[in-house]
Structure formats: C-alpha cells, structure tokens
C-alpha cells in the first residue's frame, strides 16, 4: 500500500507569495494532522481533521495560515503571505479508527527567502 | 493534560555499546505510548507502541521499551548500537483514538565507530 504521500518535497519561495502544501492519507484512514517541524520549536501540530472536519485548529499560527480537506482523499495547507519564519518541514499524517498509531508522510521542505 | 519528556536532547555511544533513551510521560489516566524514529530527511516512522497487556514491547531493528506505570516511564532500549541507529528518536503519548499524538522534543543519537 502506499503510504501518505505528499507535494511538493521541497518548496522555494519569496516572502508575501502564497504556498500550498498537498497531503493524500493512507486510503481508508480517516483522521489527517499537519505539524510543523522546526530546530527552535521541534514538532508543532497545526490542525486535524476527523471525517474531513477540522477538529482542532489552535496550533496555526496565524491567519495567513488555512487548512482545508474537501474530501477523504485530500488535504491542502495554504500560507498566504508567507513570511522567512515560516521556513519548516511541514509533515502530513493519517491515522485509522480504532488505532492509535499516526503514519507519517516524507514532509516538505519549506524556504522562504 | 498529557504531556511528555524526553531526557538528554542529544546521545552519543559507542558502536555495540547499549542505547537508552529516556521518556517520561505525565497522564492522569492510563496513556498510549509510542516511539518514532526519523532519520535525515525522511518523515517519522513507528519503531514500536504500548497500548494495552505486556509492558515489555518490541520494536523494529532491535529497539525495546518497558511501559512502567510507577515510574511513569517509557524508556527506548536496544543491546547493542549500530551505524544505522542514528537518527532522531522520539517519545509520543496520546489517551485515546480520537486524539492527536503528543509528542517530545526528541533524542538525537549519535552513533561513534
């Protein structure tokens, strides 16, 4: 099976442009977590969805941070403006009901210059 | 609240010498337990987890962990350290299916020829 898969790996970009970030769970996994991973602040969680739902958004941020999953195959996080201190690895990962365990995608690197 | 804590940001051993990293969790009711290890640009892969019955759980590649309530712990172990050990390693709790994990600022080890 595959495993989730993210887009892009990495991401080069100036300050103020918009970035989205691309997340597919595992299929028939029904839970999906964005974190952020930084040196300063290690690994943040940002928002997760159970059902396509957001459940918890108080790890984003800021405003110019939106998550959003329209369907159980698909979740985007959108940064708009972006700014240098958002420079992270942001990882997406889905999680089964009824199992406790989080299965992690490969991460996007992130550089805002 | 849970929370977790992982003792020692950064250890070093020898080659073939014992590996223990150290986790230790704060719940107010009987937790879930689990180790990830991310190695250099990958994203987290479970090594091993507790949830219910032994306390002793065994992991991939060697590694080892005793859930001990009275200690509130769940130290990582593995007899003998490898090359390819190093990596980052961290400790997760969570309390029930419906909810993200919480995770440590992670063990980053280092593996001496």
């Known amino acids: 099976d595959a495993g989730v898969i993210q887009s892009p790996r990495h991401e080069v970009t100036e300050m103020g442009q918009e970035v989205t970030l691309r997340c597919k769970p595992i299929?028939?996994?029904?839970?999906l977590f964005w974190y952020r991973q930084t040196m300063m602040r290690g690994l943040e969680l940002l928002i997760y969805?159970?059902?396509?739902?957001?459940?918890?958004d108080s790890g984003m941020p800021e405003d110019r941070f939106s998550a959003k999953m329209p369907n159980a195959s698909f979740s985007t996080l959108k940064i708009q403006p972006s700014e240098p201190r958002d420079s992270a690895v942001y990882f997406c990962?889905?999680?089964?009901?009824?199992?406790?365990?989080?299965?992690f995608g490969p991460g996007t690197r992130l550089t805002v210059t | 609240a849970q929370s977790v804590t992982q003792l020692g940001s950064h250890v070093s051993v020898s080659e073939g010498a014992l590996v223990l990293l150290r986790c230790n969790y704060s719940?107010?009711?009987?937790?879930?337990l689990f180790w990830y290890v991310q190695y250099p640009n990958q994203g987290l892969q479970l090594l091993l987890k507790?949830?219910?019955?032994?306390?002793l759980v065994k992991g991939i590649n060697g590694f080892e962990a005793e859930f001990k309530k009275s200690e509130t712990s769940f130290h990582l172990t593995k007899p003998s350290a490898h090359m390819s050990d190093a990596a980052e390693y961290f400790c997760?709790?969570?309390?029930?299916?419906?909810?993200?994990?919480?995770f440590g600022k992670g063990t980053r080890l280092s593996v001496i020829a």
């Open positions: 990962a889905s999680r089964k009901t009824g199992k406790w365990e989080q299965y």
């Open positions: 299929s028939g996994h029904n839970s």
């Open positions: 969805f159970n059902n396509n739902v957001p459940i918890d």
């Open positions: 719940s107010s009711v009987p937790p879930y």
């Open positions: 507790y949830t219910t019955g032994a306390t």
């Open positions: 997760a709790v969570t309390l029930s299916g419906n909810t993200p994990l919480v």
